[in-house]
Structure formats: C-alpha cells, structure tokens
C-alpha cells in the first residue's frame, strides 16, 4: 500500500494554464506538506497543514492554491503557469506539527512549464 | 533560507568503499535528520539524531552530530551500487518556524 501518493507523476503544459496536483495519505498523519524541488535539487518547503488548517505559507506566489479537505488529502492548485513553474512538486506527511519527526515523501509530480 | 550545507556536492567511489557526506548548518536544531533520493523518486527517510545525541547507528550507515560545530556527518560502510542517491540532511529548529530545512544534497555514486 503506497503511503502518500500523488497524482500525476508528469504535467506538461503550456505557460498561463492551470494545473492541480492531487496528494492522498494513508498513515493517518496530522501534517501534510507541499515540497518543491528545482533542477538542482534544492528542496524548499512551500505550505504545510495540520489537520485541515494551514500553518505554513512560505511566501508562494498567489498563484499557488492549496486546499485540505480532509487530513488525509492535501491538493495544490497553480493558476496561470510560469516557466519558472518547472520543478518536481513534493507531497510528504507527519505525524504531528511542532517538533517534526520523519517526513514521508510522495513519488513526486514533474511539473513542466513550455 | 537554507540551513544545511552539504558536502561534498558530488561523490564517486567504488563499490565496497566507505562513503562520508557532511552536513553544516547555522543555527541551533532539536534534531537533524538524513534521507535518500533515488533519481526519479521520492525522498526516503534514513535516519534521524537528537541535538542530545552524538552518534546514531542504523544498519551500514553511522551518523554523528556535533552540536559544537553545528555539523553533522552520514557514513554508509561497505557500499553498494544500490546506495547511489542523493543524500539529504534536514535540520529542525526551534526557531524554524516548524519547518523541516534541506541541505542542497550530495549526489552519491557507486561504481560495481
């Protein structure tokens, strides 16, 4: 049973589309995060929430929705894609907030911006 | 703002050979934590140490913190050619705003 997966793997669209990408968690985690990762690897955190309520919003363009439904489901929804757009998109759970223990990742989804 | 600083960027041994990555970082931790990225794949977890911990041990792999030094190490002994990843330390920290920090990751290769 995959424990965070997110779909889809691989998105290539056209700049000033929109495009969502869906994560699902099934360890019954509190915390669910959003990654992005460029083409050198750096890997920076975008938002987290905890149990439906966003507690990090690390100074993403408004472009950038993301929405938890539920504590198991954390989607992120990009208005308007920008070249600079192109990265691997990260899905990862918690336990808990706070102290953060181990991060599980999702398989990631390739975002590619033409 | 980044946290941790990885080095080397890039390394290439045999295998059967010890690898060692470090890890430096800025500002005080509650825990420093590695993970694996195998190339198209998500990050995995390896191992995590408490800033009250000097050494951790997980199979091949050893990990130290230096909380002196604000630096961490990750040794994996008698390496195989399944242990070519990239390999990231994260830092957790009071004043991190409950963020997990990455280091820009070493690209580990192990030759058969």
């Known amino acids: 049973d995959t424990a965070v997966s997110q779909t889809p793997k691989y998105l290539v669209t056209q700049m000033g589309n929109d495009k969502s990408i869906k994560c699902e968690q099934n360890?019954?985690?509190?915390?669910m995060y959003w990654y992005k990762q460029d083409s050198k690897k750096f890997l920076k955190i975008m938002f987290s929430?905890?149990?439906?309520?966003?507690?990090i919003n690390e100074t993403v363009p408004n472009r950038f929705s993301p929405k938890s439904p539920d504590k198991a489901h954390l989607n992120l929804h990009i208005n308007s894609l920008e070249l600079g757009d192109s990265a691997v998109y990260f899905c990862a759970s918690s336990r808990r907030q706070g102290s953060t223990g181990e991060l599980f990742f999702g398989e990631g989804s390739r975002l590619t911006v033409l | 703002s980044q946290q941790g600083e990885e080095d080397p960027q890039a390394l290439s041994i045999q295998e059967g050979e010890n690898a060692t990555m470090n890890c430096s970082y800025k500002?005080?931790?509650?825990?420093l934590q590695w993970y694996r990225q195998n190339s198209g794949r998500g990050l995995v977890h390896l191992i995590l140490i408490r800033s009250n911990e000097r050494e951790k041990h997980s199979g091949r792999l050893r990990v130290t913190l230096d909380t002196s030094k604000k630096s961490s190490s990750l040794l994996i002994t008698a390496s195989r050619a399944a242990d070519t990843a990239s390999y990231f330390c994260a830092t957790d920290g009071d004043n991190q705003g409950g963020k997990l920090i990455f280091g820009q990751g070493t690209e580990l290769s192990v030759k058969p």
């Open positions: 500002t005080s931790i509650n825990n």
């Open positions: 360890l019954g985690h509190d915390t």
């Open positions: 929430y905890n149990n439906k309520e966003l507690i």
